[in-house]
């Protein structure tokens, strides 16, 4: 099955700062790769998605890159802010669109 | 969008006593269900994948006979912990996945979660 590595486990960045969370799947036959982010105590919630067919989507501040030949897609969040502090979590699905989770990510941004 | 509500959010149980977690898809149809549990500071694990109207796919580990899953109708599955031990206190989140349209594009939707304490 499916395997997905996420790094680092934590990150702390100052406010304004850009923050890179990166992760690697095993299967090559996925094709979506969502991430969520987790508040304390609360529901995850979808900030980004991309599908294999693209190398790169932007959302605002929050961007996704794909390397299909390298399996790995990585999460940049620019100019930081305090209420971006959260868990993070990656995650890669095939066909049947079944997501594997990464470990998940605790991004602190300091003020 | 699409919202998924989950309850009750917390519960406090005695050992040996059975509980009961609802997770209903309140504007959308949810065809599949899915159910994790969630250490503290740890990932979403993935414990069974719920379709309506079929019996529910258990992940290896995961005792289909503990943790009880029914999907009776297209807005809402519950899964049931059988005779609680302390070593199931855990979050337990549901996830829905809804079909057709632009639900059906492989997002999850997450209910609010349920921490279970058995004592």
């Known amino acids: 099955g499916e395997n997905v590595e996420q790094h680092p486990s934590t990150l702390s960045v100052q406010e304004g700062d850009s923050a890179v969370i990166k992760c690697t799947y095993s299967d090559s036959a996925s094709n979506y790769f969502p991430w969520y982010k987790q508040e304390l105590g609360k529901r995850p919630q979808l900030i980004i998605d991309i599908r294999s067919n693209v190398g790169e989507k932007k959302d605002q501040r929050i961007a996704v890159t794909l390397n299909k030949t390298a399996k790995h897609f990585s999460l940049h969040i620019t100019e930081t802010q305090p209420e971006d502090s959260a868990v993070y979590f990656c995650a890669a699905s095939g066909g049947s669109y079944i997501p594997t989770f990464g470990r998940g990510t605790s991004l602190i941004v300091h003020p | 969008g699409a919202v998924v509500s989950q309850h009750p959010s917390r519960v406090i149980c005695k050992s040996g006593t059975s509980v009961k977690i609802e997770c209903r898809s309140l504007d959308f149809q949810a065809t599949t269900m899915f159910w994790y549990r969630q250490f503290p500071k740890q990932s979403l694990m993935l414990m069974a994948t719920?379709?309506?109207?079929?019996?529910?796919?258990?992940e290896q580990g995961v005792e289909k006979d503990k943790f009880l899953i029914n999907h009776a109708s297209l807005t809402l599955s519950t899964l049931t912990v059988t005779s609680a031990h302390p070593e199931d206190s855990s979050f337990y989140i549901c996830s829905a996945r809804g079909r057709g349209g632009l639900l059906n594009t492989g997002e999850l939707f997450f209910g609010e979660g349920s921490r279970l304490t058995v004592l």
């Open positions: 719920s379709n309506e109207g079929s019996k529910a796919t258990y």
